[in-house]
């Protein structure tokens, strides 16, 4: 899953502890004084309630921000993780394409709107995203960027292109075990097989433990190096710690193992 990437403060409470500040009828800031900074504030608090979970909070400061500015591409983006985690996907939508709109440079804005188009299987849509986030030589989360890219064209069935991509990732940031894995499965596609079990196993050597995802490449990576007792261990190991993920039910699927049915 994509890495929203927001500057989330510690605690609201001492934001709701400055005297003069709070209006504790609208659950906004004052915004006589200095209107800029009453959505900056609004924005700071409505965040502080986003990490608690508390929606209805986070909803009236934002709402209280707009009223003062909507053309405040902060206040339309974190609108929308708030919607988008109430599952009002629509609105959420709308207030993501406003932030675009009013902020089209601000890359953390475009990843974040790509991450929910992810969620929400618009994968087209998400890599025409990443790919503008992608291009910008500044973005502190560039790396990240290529290999969310990657993993969207993986979705869309763009093996070599994702491929291209996250192997410039794997370039830029030699740390992130994941990057392997990603490569793996795409070599995997590609027929490259070879190649794919060299990232497995490089990746396999630098995790704890593995994800559904990484047992079912390593089931039909041991199956195409003929290793059934790697396939049985993977495969116990997939029905054991993830008996109700997609690849267990793909593996299910495909006939792999009949003890598993």
């Known amino acids: 899953m994509f890495r929203l990437c927001c500057a989330l403060i510690a605690s609201v409470a001492v934001l709701i502890a400055l005297p003069g500040c709070v209006t504790t009828q609208t659950g906004?800031?004052?915004?006589?004084k200095d209107p800029k900074k009453a959505v900056e504030l609004s924005v700071q608090a409505a965040r502080g309630y986003i990490q608690e979970g508390n929606w209805d909070a986070a909803k009236r400061h934002l709402k209280n921000a707009l009223e003062i500015d909507d053309s405040d591409a902060n206040v339309h983006e974190t609108m929308a993780e708030v919607l988008w985690n109430t599952g009002e996907y629509e609105q959420a939508d709308i207030h993501f394409r406003r932030a675009i709109s009013l902020d089209g440079n601000d890359s953390r804005i475009r990843n974040n709107y790509a991450a929910f188009l992810y969620s929400r299987k618009r994968y087209?849509?998400?890599e025409t995203q990443l790919e503008k986030v992608?291009?910008?030589?500044?973005y502190d989360h560039r790396a990240e960027a290529f290999v969310n890219l990657g993993r969207v064209r993986i979705k869309l069935k763009?093996?070599?292109a994702a491929k291209d991509v996250l192997e410039r990732a794997a370039l830029m940031d030699r740390n992130n075990s994941l990057i392997g894995l990603e490569l793996a499965e795409v070599s995997f596609e590609l027929?490259?097989?070879?190649?794919?079990?060299s990232y497995y196993d490089s990746y396999r050597k630098v995790v704890n433990g593995q994800s559904a995802a990484s047992l079912w490449l390593g089931i039909r990576l041991a199956e195409k190096f003929g290793d059934q007792d790697a396939v049985a261990s993977y495969a116990l190991a997939l029905k054991n710690l993830y008996p109700q993920s997609e690849e267990y039910l793909a593996y299910k699927s495909a006939n792999r193992n009949d003890g598993a049915k």
């Open 124 to 126: 087209a849509e998400a």
């Open 191 to 197: 027929g490259e097989y070879a190649k794919a079990k």
């Open 28 to 32: 906004g800031f004052e915004k006589q």
């Open 134 to 138: 992608a291009e910008d030589l500044l």
């Open 158 to 160: 763009k093996y070599a």
